[in-house]
């Protein structure tokens, strides 16, 4: 296991277990829609599973790893609307950068 692998577990940790707590925080509020919170924590919970368990998915690990970026962005570009009647685009290209640099150390591992 060398740094990629580290950078990757840290990264994703940090990443989908803020979006976890995120959208179980907002699924309690309920000031946003379900299933827009549903969708964010299984964002999260596929981004951490994927890099943790490469071999359970085998060839469609990458693929459920984008799923769950993806996921995650669109439930916060959601979520922005929904809350604030606006996109904050500095915090979906924050969120973009993180997404670039999972799959860019996902990829190089």
Same mark, same amino acid.
């Given at each position: 296991?060398?740094?990629?692998?580290?950078?990757?577990?840290? +990264?994703?940790?940090?990443?989908?277990?803020?979006?976890?707590?995120?959208?179980?925080?907002?699924?309690?509020?309920?000031?946003?829609?379900?299933? %827009? %919170?549903?969708?964010?924590? *299984?964002?999260?919970? @596929?981004?951490? /599973? +994927? %890099?943790?368990?490469?071999?359970?998915?085998?060839?469609?690990?990458?693929?459920?790893?984008? @799923?769950? /970026?993806?996921?995650?962005?669109?439930?916060?570009?959601?979520?922005?609307?929904? /809350?604030?009647?606006?996109?904050?685009?500095?915090?979906?290209?924050?969120?973009? /950068?993180? %997404?670039?640099?999972?799959? *860019?150390?996902?990829?190089?591992?």
């Amino acid at each position: 296991m060398g740094i990629d692998y580290w950078a990757l577990l840290i +990264t994703v940790f940090l990443y989908g277990g803020l979006t976890i707590f995120a959208g179980t925080v907002q699924l309690k509020n309920k000031k946003i829609n379900t299933l %827009s %919170s549903i969708a964010m924590i *299984i964002g999260g919970f @596929l981004i951490i /599973l +994927t %890099s943790i368990n490469e071999n359970n998915f085998g060839y469609f690990t990458f693929y459920f790893l984008i @799923l769950g /970026l993806l996921l995650i962005h669109f439930s916060a570009i959601n979520n922005g609307i929904k /809350l604030y009647k606006k996109i904050t685009i500095r915090h979906h290209l924050i969120r973009l /950068l993180v %997404s670039l640099l999972i799959i *860019i150390i996902f990829l190089l591992r």
